[in-house]
């Protein structure tokens, strides 16, 4: 069975800093998608990044990036020059890998606060 | 992307009752994913819904408590059969998307007293 750790139940930043929120995961495929999504009070799920395990290169989208190690199983991701807008709950998530599009194991959840 | 609408968006619910969650799809998908929230908790997969087949139940999930329905490529219902107070949680109606990403409808918030 997968399994994805995050060990930060919360976590602050001053805003325009830099945070980085940890993850770690388990599993015995070799192919398989990475992710990091965000819930804000909202609730709505959004996706903040995504990683293919087969690529070595890290993920980047705007602020937000990855570092990913795959022998480590590590998958933490970097959001710079935080904003007021990036305080939500980030969960880090795995997928089953082969065909198994969809079937998503998540962390236990990050919660991040920016503070002006 | 998806675009993803679930009704009823929260509902508060008598121990013992069902309620029924629809969910639509503003694009035709072979498979969509129910997961479940549980206050302060992270998101747990309930089952995949086939068109044209069973749904799928993970481990810890069963057909008589959480039916599914998957009637065209577009639209599915779960329903939280025999309410307890242990079912209040975030209900999430997703598909997976073209583009290698899973798109999440806003949940349905379900209270059971």
């Known amino acids: 069975a997968q399994t994805v750790t995050q060990s930060q139940p919360e976590m602050s930043v001053q805003e325009a800093e830099t945070v980085t929120l940890s993850c770690t995961y388990d599993?015995?495929?070799?192919?398989?998608?990475l992710f990091w999504y965000k819930q804000p009070p909202s609730r709505q799920m959004i996706l903040v990044i995504r990683q293919e395990a087969y690529k070595q290169q890290n993920a980047t989208e705007n602020r937000f990036s990855v570092n990913f190690q795959k022998a480590a199983k590590s998958f933490s991701l970097k959001i710079s020059d935080s904003q007021l807008g990036d305080t939500a709950m980030y969960f880090c998530?795995?997928?089953?890998?082969?065909?198994?599009?969809?079937?998503?194991?998540f962390g236990q959840g990050t919660i991040l606060t920016v503070h002006p | 992307s998806a675009v993803i609408s679930q009704k009823p968006s929260r509902d508060i619910c008598q121990r013992g009752t069902s309620l029924t969650i629809q969910c639509q799809v503003d694009?035709?998908?072979?498979?969509m994913f129910w997961y479940r929230q549980q206050p302060g908790q992270s998101l747990t997969l309930i089952a995949t819904a086939n068109q044209g087949s069973e749904a799928t139940y993970e481990s810890g999930f069963v057909i008589d408590k959480f039916p599914i329905s998957r009637p065209n490529l577009t639209f599915s219902t779960l329903t939280v059969s025999n309410m307890s107070p242990e079912d209040s949680s975030i209900y999430l109606c997703?598909?997976?998307?073209?583009?290698?990403?899973?798109?999440f409808g806003e949940g349905s918030r379900l209270t059971v007293l």
């Open positions: 998530a795995s997928d089953a890998g082969g065909t198994s599009y969809g079937k998503l194991t």
């Open positions: 997703s598909v997976w998307g073209s583009t290698g990403e899973l798109f």
């Open positions: 599993t015995s495929e070799n192919n398989y998608y």
């Open positions: 694009s035709q998908v072979t498979m």
